[in-house]
């Protein structure tokens, strides 16, 4: 089992070399440094509600100064309910005062950091890399890739032009969090988080909305799950996860009957419900803290992780329901 843990730790830090390109001294950031954040894909209602925070006239320094000033509408292809829906987004991006472009190069020439909201994770690979290679720091809005293959690329291409990059489901800041982070209840030893889970076509079915309940289990949970097992029914998944020193941790996805967002917390001196959402704005304090330091709050190797633990479900689910281990799938994706 040690060897299994050293793995999954080591082959985002030492197959790409990752835990470099977090750092702030290692970065490689455009030495033009202002407050313009770029935003790029226009067809999701996280596009509008962002622009609507971060453009507010009364927002005052909430974001320490970052707007949005430009925009490159281009989103998905393939998902056709929001591909329709990118000129009418557009507009309402517009509305706040944002400049749009029709092309990568021309928001890149006017814009100081990226912020990537396409609703496609398929696409994020493409858009990432000229920002990159821009030296520009990027925030990829969830899901953070299509793949498990395109998240390792992504992360890669970072480290390879030491760009800073960050990727956080605003989940992850759910009500109460941070307490049970600094020991509210004591260590933690289990939790049970849950989420809407629809599915799409063009995504592992994890990816595309149960994204965000599994990012409130790592949340709570950290890093070092081993091995995953995924129950899957039309209206429901149960996806177990055993991490290190037999710790357990699981994720409801919900596809019938009454939604909703949460986490049951089991420490040793307490257990803890968490299911007050607060919105966008908490993530937007940590993406302008970022794109303000050049250092992601969540190391790029959680998120690997995250959508690793994902990959491993989907498997389980193809192979009828057998226990999959984190690192065949990691193995698979990053050519380690």
């Known amino acids: 089992m040690n060897d299994r843990r050293d793995f999954i730790k080591k082959t985002a830090l030492t197959t790409m070399g990752l835990g470099i390109a977090g750092s702030a001294a290692a970065v490689n950031i455009r030495t033009n440094k202002g407050k313009r954040i770029g935003m790029v894909g226009l067809d999701t209602g996280h596009s509008e509600a962002f622009t609507k925070s971060l453009n507010d006239p009364l927002a005052g320094e909430k974001f320490l100064g970052y707007k949005v000033v430009a925009a490159y509408p281009k989103g998905t292809e393939n998902i056709l309910e929001w591909k329709n829906r990118i000129p009418e987004i557009t507009k309402k991006v517009e509305s706040y005062g944002v400049e749009i472009v029709s092309s990568m190069d021309d928001l890149l020439k006017k814009v100081d950091v990226v912020l990537i909201t396409c609703i496609d994770g398929n696409q994020h690979l493409e858009q990432a890399l000229p920002a990159f290679e821009a030296g520009l720091p990027v925030f990829i809005d969830k899901p953070f890739a299509g793949s498990l293959s395109d998240a390792y690329a992504i ?9 800073p990059l960050f990727s956080s489901s605003s989940l992850r800041y759910i009500n109460g969090a941070e307490e049970i982070a600094n020991g509210k209840i004591g260590p933690v030893i ?25 990012e409130t289990l790592f949340t709570i949970m950290g890093t070092g ?14 996806v177990v996860g055993v991490w290190e020193d037999d710790r357990i941790g699981t994720f409801r996805g919900i596809r019938k009957g009454q939604g909703g967002y949460g986490v049951t917390v089991f420490g040793e001196k307490g257990i803890s419900v968490l299911n007050e959402y607060s919105g966008y704005e908490p993530l937007l304090h940590k993406v302008c803290e970022f794109y303000e330091s050049g250092k992601a709050p969540i190391p790029i190797e ?8 994902m990959q491993a479900a989907e498997e389980s689910k193809e192979r009828g329901g057998i226990s999959v281990d984190l690192e065949s799938v990691i193995e698979k994706a990053s050519g380690a």
């Open 155 to 163: 992360a890669d291409a970072a480290k390879k032009y030491k760009v």
């Open 225 to 238: 799950c081993l091995r995953v097992q995924r129950t899957f029914t039309e209206d429901t998944d149960l």
């Open 190 to 214: 289990g939790a049970e988080a849950y989420s809407p889970a629809h599915l799409e076509a063009h995504h592992p079915d994890l990816f595309w909305y149960a994204v965000h309940g599994v």
């Open 302 to 309: 959680e998120t690997l992780e995250i959508f690793a633990f």
